[in-house]
T-cell receptor, first 116, second 113 residues
């Protein structure tokens, strides 16, 4: 399978703990996005990387959230001091700049985070 | 990005064409129309996108009106596996960067026997 891969698929943790999610984009995709989705809503944008540079961050990305893409390949999203409101599906998507900026984003199946 | 309006839900009989409408009356000249769908517990799946011409691929057809203020996604022969939430998204392109997708709540398509 050469699609976007996310790990873990599910994470259950106690409030106040730190969690880290990993995303492996489609090979050779230089753009990577993180989204968050709560029940009954569409995904909401969190942040965007082009190669290793983080080019855009949503105001949803509080200071407890940090994302990295150190070598321009896989990315991690860390949430510190988790809160009940962080319970959601965290989705990663990737796209290529080759062929123009209209290239579609392709999504992984997400990491579902549950805060106890 | 321009906002979109979609019906909350639709039903379609298996084997029939599913026509999903989307209004985007404030669309700008540099904005594309994208369609994604999301099956329960999976990530959104890209279907098709277009600027002003009609587009067709192995999954669906996209019909965009001449004034670009609305579009229709057509699944020519719906199957039970097409039951999903369908999102119509308008996305600005250009400036050397790739913008985010802004999802609404979509149309819940139920395909029935």
């Amino acid at each position: 399978d050469t699609g976007v891969s996310q790990d873990p698929r599910h994470k259950i943790t106690k409030r106040g703990q730190n969690v880290t999610f990993r995303c492996d984009p489609i090979s050779e995709h230089n753009r990577l996005y993180w989204y968050r989705q709560t029940l009954g809503q569409g995904p909401e944008f969190l942040t965007y990387f082009q190669n290793e540079a983080q080019l855009e961050k949503s105001r949803l990305l509080s200071d407890r959230f940090s994302a990295e893409r150190p070598k321009g390949s896989f990315s991690t999203l860390e949430i510190q001091r988790t809160e009940q409101g962080d319970s959601a599906m965290y989705l990663c998507a990737s796209s290529s700049s080759a062929g123009g900026s209209n290239q579609p984003q392709h999504f992984g199946d997400g990491t579902r985070l549950s805060i106890l | 990005d321009a906002k979109t309006t979609q019906p909350t839900s639709m039903d379609c009989a298996e084997g029939r064409a599913a026509n999903l409408p989307c209004n985007h009356s404030t669309i700008s000249g540099n904005e594309y129309v994208y369609w994604y769908r999301q099956i329960h517990s999976q990530g959104p799946q890209y279907i098709i996108h277009g600027l002003k011409n009609n587009e067709t691929n192995e999954m669906a057809s996209l019909i965009i009106t001449e004034d670009r203020k609305s579009s229709t996604l057509i699944l020519p022969h719906a199957t039970l596996r097409d039951t999903a939430v369908y999102y119509c998204i308008v996305r600005a392109i250009g400036g050397g960067t790739a913008s985010k997708l802004t999802f609404g709540t979509g149309t819940r398509l139920q395909v029935t026997l």
